[in-house]
Structure formats: structure tokens, C-alpha cells
């Protein structure tokens, strides 16, 4: 069983950036992939970004691709989202997620990751 916790969410303009972090526990974190979903008010919940084990690979939703660069110490079993030019349209509650099969946690693959944390809520305003 792996556990994730979230932080670093909170209320930030138009423009600014926050970095979310996640800090993992209960497995060998390296051997998991990891990812960030997000989920606005009457929206479904949707890929955010994804990173393999080894951090090799990463997977970007094309609305944040080139804003919110995915990456993880594996030493520290941290995952971090750095989100930069924040839009009111990113305001959503970001989860952290792992699963040991990067496609479930990239979308390729059916069933979603195993793993979720709480959640934290990031909200932009314009």
C-alpha cells in the first residue's frame, strides 16, 4: 500500500505559480509511476501530468503542456508540480496518484491509478 499526501495548493493570481508537492510512504516509491489529476466544480476529473519510475517519461495534458513541468526525487519519494502562468481555468482540486503500471496512470491503460491522495485545492483568480 502506498499513501500520498499533498501540499502546497492555495489561492494565487492570474499569472503567478505555485509548486504542488506529494510525498509518498508504504512502498518502495521508485518502482511506482506518478501522476497529477486534477477536478473543477462540475467537471470530470482529468490527467493533469504523468511521470514513469524512473522519471524518463512524462505525459502532459496539451492544456498545461509547456506550464507545468512533472518531476520526482525518488530519493525523497517526492513528486512535484510546478505550476507556472497560472490561469483562473487551472482553479481545481489537484490530486497526487501512483500505481506500478505507468499506463493507468498516463490514461493508456483503463481503471485509473490505484493509488490517490487527499487532494489540494488550488485556486486562481483573475
Known amino acids: 500500500q502506498v499513501q500520498l499526501v499533498e501540499s502546497g495548493g492555495g489561492l494565487v493570481q492570474a499569472g503567478g505559480s505555485l509548486r504542488l508537492s506529494c510525498t509518498a510512504s508504504?512502498?518502495?516509491?521508485?518502482?511506482?509511476?506518478a501522476g497529477w489529476y486534477r477536478q473543477a466544480p462540475g467537471k470530470e476529473r482529468e490527467l493533469v501530468a504523468a511521470?514513469?519510475?524512473?522519471?524518463?517519461?512524462?505525459k502532459y495534458a496539451d492544456s498545461v503542456k509547456g506550464r507545468f513541468p512533472i518531476s520526482r526525487d525518488n530519493a525523497k519519494n517526492m513528486v512535484y508540480l510546478q505550476m507556472n502562468s497560472l490561469k483562473p481555468e487551472d482553479t481545481a482540486v489537484y490530486y497526487c496518484?501512483?500505481?506500478?503500471?505507468?499506463?493507468?496512470?498516463?490514461?493508456?491503460?483503463?481503471?485509473?491509478?490505484?493509488?490517490w491522495g487527499q487532494g489540494t485545492q488550488v485556486t486562481v483568480s483573475s
Open positions: 496518484t501512483a500505481d506500478s503500471d505507468y499506463r493507468r496512470v498516463s490514461g493508456a491503460m483503463a481503471g485509473g491509478p490505484d493509488y
Open positions: 508504504g512502498g518502495t516509491f521508485s518502482r511506482y509511476a
Open positions: 511521470i514513469s519510475s524512473s522519471g524518463a517519461v512524462k
